[in-house]
Every structure is written in C-alpha cells, then in structure tokens.
C-alpha cells in the first residue's frame, strides 16, 4: 500500500458513514452514569454511617474576631450612675417613710368629712296623687264579638310559651305545647271543673275567646284571662293575678323585714371615709323578696350599687290585702356608717 494511502486512510475511515455510531449509543453517552443500587446495600451503608461514622480532620477555622469595643462603649457601666441612682431610690424611700409616720398626716386622714344632701321637697312642684289602679293581671281574646265563655283555667307557671284559647283552630298542631299562665303557683284562683278553657267568671254559652286581642281569653290583651293587660290572670297587667303593685293604705298591711343583711363599703367610699343613706324603690313580692330595685337617692363612690346587692338579699313578711299576700311597693333607706 502506498504510504500516502496510509497516512490517509484514516481520515477516510473516520469520515465513512460506518464509524459515526448510531442514535442509542449517542444518548447512552449524553445520559449519567447509573447511580441506583439495591435497597439492602443503601441501607446497610446508612447504617454503617450512623454507627461508625466517618472521623473528619479538625476544622481549621480562618476568621478572626473583631474587635466591636469602640462601637459598644457607649453603654458601658459607670460608678458614677449607680450611685446617683441609689442616692434618688433612698431619698424616696426616706420620703414615704416620713409621711407614713408623721402624726400630721395621721390627724387629718383621721378627720371624716359627711356629705348631706339638699333638701329638695319644698321645690319640687305638688302633683295630684294618681289613683292606685290594679296591677298584675292578664287577658286576652281572639276579637269574637260573643263574651268570653267560662271554663277552667290552664296550667300555672312562671314563663308562658302558648297562651290559652277556648276555641281550638288548629286541632293538630305540629309542636304541641300546654297553654299556660304567668302566676305564681301558691296564689288561689278560682276553678271551675269544666273540660274546656275559659274565663272561670265568663258567661256559660257558646265557646268564644272574648273580643278581646293578643290570644288568650277575655276582653283584655296579652295572651291571658281576663279583662287586664298581660299573660297572668283578672284585671292590671304584667302577669300574677289580679291586684299587682299595691301602696301602703286603703286595707293594704306593710311589709315586715324579717332578715337583713348589712351592706358592705366599696373601697372609694372607704379611703375618702364618706357617709350617708341611700333611698331605694322596691316592690316586695308575695314572696317578700325585693325586685325592680331603683335609687330614689345616690351617694355615689359605689355605695348605690353596694346598696342594691344587699336590699336583694333581704327578706319581708308580705303586705296583706283581704287576707291574701299582694306585692306592695316600698321605700328603704340603707344607711352607711363608718365605726
């Protein structure tokens, strides 16, 4: 063979189709090597690791500190602040020790300083006395033009949910509940033994729950019987029966207090040592407990408040009317005193 032909045959051994590779071996080449192994052997390498792992040289650490005292200096500590400021803590603590126990000051804490209020009556215009009307009592009706017809009275309870009705409009009602009335369940009411409900001072006749409005039975409103306002029962309004707040007078006995609690001091009115009497507005119930509580006259500094919590506890001997238990408003006077 000629040596030029040597010399050039590879050049055009390389330069033939048969020596570029082919398409998969060019990706093999492009592609990383294959890293996966079997489960068992990276696990046993992690273990390995963990047990006995590898020991590194030290680190050898090339920074170096640097020095920040100039730029902290400004809070540095000095002697001279300290004492200045136990010099200020002493003073003060001298100071209040002083006040403490100088008698000046014991006397004139000592010295109790009553306020009296005015007496305002003759300035107070004089109006006409209102009539004592009836009070705590119900009625009711479904506007019938017949009068209420006379039958029993429902059951007694301290909260209404359905008022009562002599006429039943809708016999079978998806939440059936018992008509009730709002009066205390130790007031005596009249009973008729009917099987219907009614006005037990109605007319006997057809059935009719009155002309009066609200539910209920009567000539009244408010889902009760009777002529009143309210879902109790006879004349007044705001449930009970028949009779409701009544004044001192006229056949009507007073209350008697036959458990009192002494009212406490609020800690205003007992560093400014203030004295005085607070006037409330109660009504004693038949129950002869205290509701509907007002401040006729304050004093104020928490005294008023102070003055409530304990009226509420009191307990009365009810007012009598006729014989029967009636709520009877009255006025009290809470007085405080200091020893």
Wanted: proline residues 11%; glycine residues 14%; hydrophobic residues 35%.
């Amino acid at each position: 063979m000629n040596p030029v032909d040597e010399g050039k045959a590879p050049a055009e051994h390389w330069n033939t189709a048969s020596a570029i590779p082919d398409a998969e071996e060019h990706l093999r080449r492009l592609l990383p090597v294959e890293t996966q192994q079997p489960w068992f052997r990276s696990f046993i390498g992690n273990l390995r690791d963990l047990l006995f792992p590898e020991k590194l040289p030290p680190l050898q650490v090339s920074s170096k500190p640097v020095q920040v005292k100039d730029i902290w200096g400004l809070y540095g500590h000095s002697k001279k602040s300290f004492v200045t400021s136990f010099v200020v803590h002493a003073t003060v603590v001298v100071l209040m020790f002083s006040l403490a126990t100088s008698p000046t000051v014991h006397h004139h804490v000592r010295q109790t300083i009553t306020l009296v209020a005015p007496d305002l009556a003759p300035y107070i215009p004089q109006t006409r006395p209102k009539p004592q009307l009836m009070g705590g009592g119900g009625g009711g009706g479904d506007r019938s033009p017949l009068p209420a017809s006379k039958g029993r009275l429902p059951k007694l309870a301290p909260r209404q949910f359905t008022p009562p009705a002599a006429v039943i409009t809708n016999p079978e009602p998806k939440l059936a509940m018992e008509p009730t009335l709002v009066v205390p369940p130790d007031i005596a009411l009249p009973s008729v033994n009917m099987a219907q409900y009614g006005d037990p001072l109605g007319k006997i006749g057809p059935l009719s729950g009155g002309p009066g409005s609200g539910g209920g039975i009567g000539s009244g409103s408010g889902g009760g019987v009777g002529p009143g306002r309210g879902p109790g029962y006879g004349p007044g309004e705001g449930g009970g029966f028949g009779g409701g707040v009544f004044r001192v007078g006229g056949g009507v006995t007073a209350p008697v207090l036959v458990y009192k609690v002494e009212p406490e001091y609020s800690e205003e009115a007992r560093k400014a040592k203030f004295q005085g009497t607070v006037v409330l507005y109660c009504e004693v119930t038949e129950r002869g407990i205290c509701q509907n509580i007002k401040v006729l006259r304050a004093l104020g500094l928490g005294l008023d408040e102070k003055a409530i919590e304990a009226v509420q506890k009191w307990r009365f001997r009810p007012g009598y009317k006729d014989g029967k238990p009636v709520t009877v408003a009255a006025t009290i006077e809470v007085n405080f005193r200091l020893l």
